[in-house]
């Protein structure tokens, strides 16, 4: 099938689904920005990174183990997805931003590698509550709007990125590491709000529509899902750096801790912009002509910045985040229109494989910038990116 405008056809279960469903925008801006609210935690690791990297006397292979501790229990996505199409999670949605933040914030002040491991492997428990439910809690209140929707939500996630980086700076200049865990309560406030906005809002489908078995939808979601992970582990690389390990990049340059955070800030900021746009008029254009305009134009820009200096970089860094991330709403889009009667399940399959491909993708950057250097890593993950074009163009839907 092609982009979502085209999925939905008179007389299929997306159809008469949407079409009795309104664009339900208050709850669906709470939801994106609680995903704000949560996401804001998981900035801060890469941005202290070369702070723990100095503490804990780490090497970039370790480093790269800690960001794939929280992806860990991305794996229990999937059942978690299955059980709330079934039963109303959104308990899990609700303290998500909570526990996220009080696990996250403690990892500053953590005296030992392996303590500070746990903390994010627990983290990782809430995210994977969160990420299963939230994104089938929000198409399933967008109705025919589901690229918006998904905008929407993942323009939370992306600007709480993006501000997380400038408050973890700010507070450690005033306060130094220690004082970071100061910064919980803004999860706590999140979790009070949803849990008064969302009161009246269910994980579970509507009762006439019937699910699809577990094993039926995983058969039917592998001819989507395989080139759509082939894509995420080819880019991966590219976003690994930009993303895990920009800030220590940046510190190996020369780079101002205050600098080298605010380089974070700088590629989620413009990432933010990305995605808000295609959440626009991805339903127009095409989920797939997003996906292949943001992975051409990311190679693009992630080139320019490690070749340039001053603030021709920042613009090159600003364009990166801005392109580098419209794919991922536009596949969350494609699953989520492809698989109505079980979104939360389609949804936890897809979160879980490309959150666990990409911690792998992590610790190999860490394992490769040991052996060749950061700078090499980063221009072979750039120029690797491009392998990613052909799969999108043959083997994903177009419009």
Not at 147 to 159: A, D, I, K, Y
């Amino acid at each position: 099938m092609n982009a979502i405008s085209e999925e939905i056809q008179p007389g299929s279960a997306v159809a008469e689904d949407a079409a009795v469903e309104p664009f339900h925008t208050a709850e669906i801006l709470t939801v994106a920005a609680a995903h704000g609210a949560h996401d804001t935690y998981f900035s801060y690791l890469p941005t202290i990174l070369p702070l723990l990297i100095q503490n804990l006397a780490l090497n970039t292979t370790q480093a790269g183990l800690l960001s794939a501790c929280s992806q860990i229990p991305n794996l229990l996505q999937p059942v978690i997805g299955h059980l709330a199409d079934r039963k109303n999670l959104k308990i899990l949605v609700i303290l998500a931003p909570t526990l996220s933040g009080a696990l996250i914030t403690l990892v500053g002040v953590a005296p030992s590698f392996g303590l500070a491991a746990l903390l994010l492997v627990l983290a990782g428990f809430s995210t994977a509550g969160f990420h299963a439910i939230a994104p089938a809690m929000v198409s399933a209140r967008a109705g025919r709007k589901m690229g918006r929707g998904m905008g929407f939500f993942m323009v939370g996630g992306e600007l709480g990125f993006g501000l997380g980086p400038l408050a973890v700076v700010a507070t450690i200049s005033l306060l130094t590491l220690r004082g970071l865990p100061w910064l919980m309560t803004l999860g706590m406030l999140a979790s009070v709000i949803l849990f008064f906005k969302l009161r009246n809002v269910t994980t579970v489908r509507h009762a006439q529509t019937t699910g699809l078995p577990v094993r039926e939808t995983i058969g039917q979601m592998r001819s989507l899902m395989l080139p759509i992970m082939a894509v995420i582990v080819i880019t991966g690389f590219l976003q690994a750096n930009i993303v895990n390990y920009l800030p220590t990049f940046m510190s190996r340059e020369g780079a101002e801790f205050a600098l080298a955070g605010a380089s974070l800030a700088v590629v989620q900021l413009g990432g933010t912009l990305g995605v808000l746009l295609m959440g626009l008029f991805s339903d127009r254009i095409g989920q797939r002509r997003v996906a292949l305009f943001g992975t051409l134009a990311s190679v693009g820009f992630s080139m320019g910045f490690l070749f340039t200096q001053g603030w021709v970089q920042l613009v090159m860094l600003a364009g990166t985040g801005f392109s580098g991330f419209m794919a991922n709403p536009a596949f969350l889009s494609m699953i989520q229109a492809r698989f109505t009667r079980n979104r939360s399940l389609a949804n936890g399959i897809y979160m879980s494989a490309s959150f666990i491909l990409r911690s792998l993708v992590v610790v190999t950057v860490g394992v490769l910038a040991d052996r060749f250097g950061m700078r090499a890593v980063f221009i072979g993950s750039s120029a690797a990116a491009l392998l990613a074009l052909p799969i999108i163009y043959w083997l994903l839907p177009a419009k």
